[in-house]
């Protein structure tokens, strides 16, 4: 699970660089385009914001896999390791359940109501490929998820087993 888990870091971080390299070229165009060509595009300000959104999804669901999403830890840091780790598990269920429930199934029918939709500034582009990113991202992070709570499943049991050699002992 860990190369797999590393394969899709090293594709997110692939696309998060593609991005925002592409990002920086295309807003760098449109400056240089409106200050010195006085004519900017409509075309290149939809682009990045375009590529802005996905990049940004992309970014949060490569900083999901790498547990660096906001979180208030007074709580969980406050408690024993065993009640920590179980906070940490239904809090990574209840963050699956939302990445499926909202961002792949809610994404994939905004994708599917929205495909015949035309951009108006970039017409051979469809509002359904610009939200092919929720899904794509949700999916993502819905695999983070998993990947997180088999973790924490795994130091649990380590903990539980743990606690009891020390009672035996």
Known sequence: ME??????????????????????????????????????????????????????????SLLFG????MNIGILCDALPARWNISLQIVSSVLILAFCVAILVVGGWDAVGRTMRQTNAAMPYVTTGQIYLALPICGLFSSFYCINNIIADVRRLAAVISGGRQQQEG
């Open 3 to 60: 190369t797999i888990k590393r394969r899709v870091d090293q594709i997110l971080a692939f696309c998060c660089i593609l991005l925002c390299g592409l990002l920086t070229a295309v807003v760098t165009w449109q400056v240089v385009a409106r200050y010195l060509f006085n004519s900017p595009g409509a075309q290149s300000e939809e682009l990045a914001k375009i590529m802005f959104v996905w990049l940004t999804l992309f970014a949060a």
């Open 66 to 69: 790498e547990k660096g999403h």
